[in-house]
């Protein structure tokens, strides 16, 4: 029996009115494999040691198949918890770590056959009679996820399984925790703040920040619908471009973004979408630009719906099949500072709408509609926090990705096209408007 898990609404405190998980809601299908992804600290292992029951909730619900789960005890839900560090009894063969749990819920039975049977599914067979301590990393892995397994548990809730283990290991762990929850059915719920993971694991990703749910989806959805600037800087390497822009809308004339002294003109007939950004004509918005959205190309080479600009290489990376151009285009690039989210306004305490000047009421509104960021536009150019990128960030403001055919050097002035179809704007709060929200439906549909 496999299960569902719903959060409504939930919340927790270690700190009187320090929310660090807020009002968070979720569902989780049975047999469904969801990753929380976050940076370090935004909660991630408190909501999942919420749904093993070993942290209180301290407001919302818990419902596991539909029922009321917040006081059911750990033992009661029948989940296998799986932590980075893996503790095996160091005076047990595999053996006995795996079966362990067996004797204690059912006194009296022989756990051989389950535990012969588990391995086999592991492929850890001649490592049952052996100590922890005559075990590497990702055999021990294997034998802490055998005690999960063999319990036939009705979820598994993973915590960075796999962090401690060298990429090599990790990603051949990954592909065998994929394969055997879905071979298994189960529901799973694993916790990483490793994108790439994250992307390659869940049926579903849900990315936290600062307590508060982003943007629920597909790993597909969030990397191409990004509700937000944060889950767009969040997901995908290289980190997309985010840059400084204006919306440029004259009545008589070509709609564009500058990007400092250049500019993109957007493709005429205007798209719905263009047409829709009309409204922030004179704002500052961001434009968020993945690696792939920009190729090397002067105008004789533009297609349909590509707009030219200059960059001046400042660095090339070369990572073999492929080169990382950092471009600098003039433009100033947008920080997303790793603040803390804006919380949605309290039940019973929303702004009314009559108050306050316009300005303020707008940014009531922006803050309580959302559990989403408000992603400020640094008005300084100076050093700003930025979120850790996987890679981290090198100079320029543009780093496109190219085949290593190119000889480019530091300083040369290169031609870049800009596929207008795969530009994002955001605005000023750091919401998508770019492909509009409301108008494209979830990918996952
Ligand atoms: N027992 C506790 N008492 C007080 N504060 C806590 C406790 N456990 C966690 N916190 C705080 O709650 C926040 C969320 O912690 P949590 O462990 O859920 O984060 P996380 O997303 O799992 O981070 P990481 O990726 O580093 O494991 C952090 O700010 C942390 O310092
Ligand atoms: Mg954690």
Redesign the pocket.
Known sequence: MTRAISLHDVSKS??RGVR??DRLSLDIRPGEFLVLL????????????MIAGLEEIDEGELLLDGEHANELLPAERRMAMVFQNFALYPSMTSRDNIGFPLRIETPGADPRARVEATARMLGIEELLDRFPGQLSGGERQRVAMGRAIARRPTAFLM??PLSNLDAKLRNHLRAEISGLTRTLGVTTVY?T?DQAEAMSLGDRVAV?RG?VLQQVGTPRTVYALPRNVFVAAFIGTPRINLLRGVVRAPLDGAMTISLGKQFLRLPEPLSLDHQLLRVQQGREVIVGLRSEAVRIGDRSAARPGEALITGLVEHVEFQGHEVLVHFNTGSRPAVVPDLEAPRPAPAGRRRRRDGGTVLERLRGRAGALRAGPVVAVEESAGPAVEPAPPEGRLPGDLIVRTTPDYALRHGMQVPLLVDIAHLFVFDQHGDRICPAPARLPDLEE
């Open positions: 270690y700190t660090v998980v976050g940076p370090s600290g935004c909660g991630k292992s408190t909501v999942l040691r915590d960075e916790v703040h936290l307590g």
